[in-house]
């Protein structure tokens, strides 16, 4: 009976995300019985409680985790908060931790977990009092320790890891070009690459520039194929921790990028049971 109630207990302590599944497939099954009520609000993003989406992006150097975040908190009315953001835009300012970051930078030195965390603390708190609810992370937590002190600062629902085949980022970083003019960003791949393990075939268009940029195109010096190989050694090496300190949570959504923006966004909003929303959307708007 303890044991019972203890589990009783913990399915309603469990993430927002599960509960809002449940009341979905509840609601679907519903449904059958009776008409669907025409102007029944779709809110999946608030419980009862008013709680809102508290996600996390993770994924390699080159996957576009920062496109696939920041469409999202559109699409959903929450903010996109990058951790490399929060830095630059405190370096910026005045006042005492903006001067030791400032330091800090100029050694060359990491910016350490304890300010990072405070940065994103004062970033939240910022947002609540202003009346945001809710956000998607990108580009943190990077280590188990960020994500442990992470979790003591703010419930996470749900960790979103974005994941293409390693040729597919090898070959994305080397096609990436910038115009020395006007400073955007192309990218010169075709990539058309067999899917393995059962997964779907990938393509991705190139994002060819305009022709007053054609002559203009520069390679980052970083984008060599060693560089690229190694930043994601490096960024495996960190994230597999990561990524089981979630899984091991059954927060951890494992997420095949079936290509670029327009072949993997329409995907990603059903994996993440969006489609209907965005539908809705687009019908209101
Ligand atoms: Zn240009």
């Known amino acids: 009976m303890a ?6 207990r913990s399915s309603s302590s469990s993430s927002y995300y599960t509960n809002y599944f449940i009341r979905r497939s509840l609601s679907t099954a519903a449904s059958t019985t009776a008409p669907p009520l025409k102007s029944e609000p779709f809110t999946p993003f608030m419980d009862t409680k008013g709680k809102h989406v508290q996600w996390v992006f993770l994924g390699c150097p080159g996957v576009g985790k920062g496109t696939f975040a920041s469409r999202l ?22 006042g005492p931790l903006s001067k030791q970051l400032t330091e800090i930078v100029n050694q060359g030195e990491l910016v350490s977990d304890e300010i ?11 947002g609540e009092a202003k009346g945001e609810s809710g956000f998607i992370l990108d580009g943190f937590p990077r280590t188990v320790r960020q994500a442990e002190i992470l979790g003591d600062v703010t419930d996470i629902d749900l960790v979103v890891n974005l994941k293409l085949p390693e040729r597919v980022l090898v070959e994305k970083c080397l096609g990436r070009r910038i115009c ?7 990218n010169v791949a075709n990539i058309n690459v067999k899917g393995e393990n059962g997964n779907p ?4 268009d190139p994002l060819l520039p305009p022709p007053q940029c054609v002559a203009k195109l ?11 190989r190694e930043r994601l050694r490096v960024y495996y ?10 899984r091991s949570q059954g927060k951890l959504m494992e997420f095949n990028l079936p290509g670029g923006l327009p072949e993997s966004w329409p995907k990603l909003l ?3 049971n969006l489609d209907e929303y965005e539908d809705k959307q687009s019908a209101a708007a």
Do not use: W
Not at 3 to 8: K, Q, S, V
Not at 218 to 228: G, Q
């Open 3 to 8: 044991a019972l109630i203890r589990a009783l």
């Open 73 to 94: 908190s559109t699409l959903l009315g929450v903010p996109h908060i990058a951790t490399g953001d929060l830095v630059r835009e405190e370096l910026s300012a005045s």
């Open 116 to 126: 990072i965390i405070s940065l994103l603390s004062k970033r939240l708190e910022t």
């Open 180 to 186: 020395s003019q006007c400073g955007k960003n192309f």
């Open 201 to 204: 075939d990938i393509s991705m």
């Open 218 to 228: 520069i390679t980052r010096s970083d984008d060599t194929e060693a560089i690229v």
């Open 237 to 246: 090496e960190k994230s597999q921790p990561v990524e089981e300190f979630y």
């Open 270 to 272: 059903e994996a993440l």
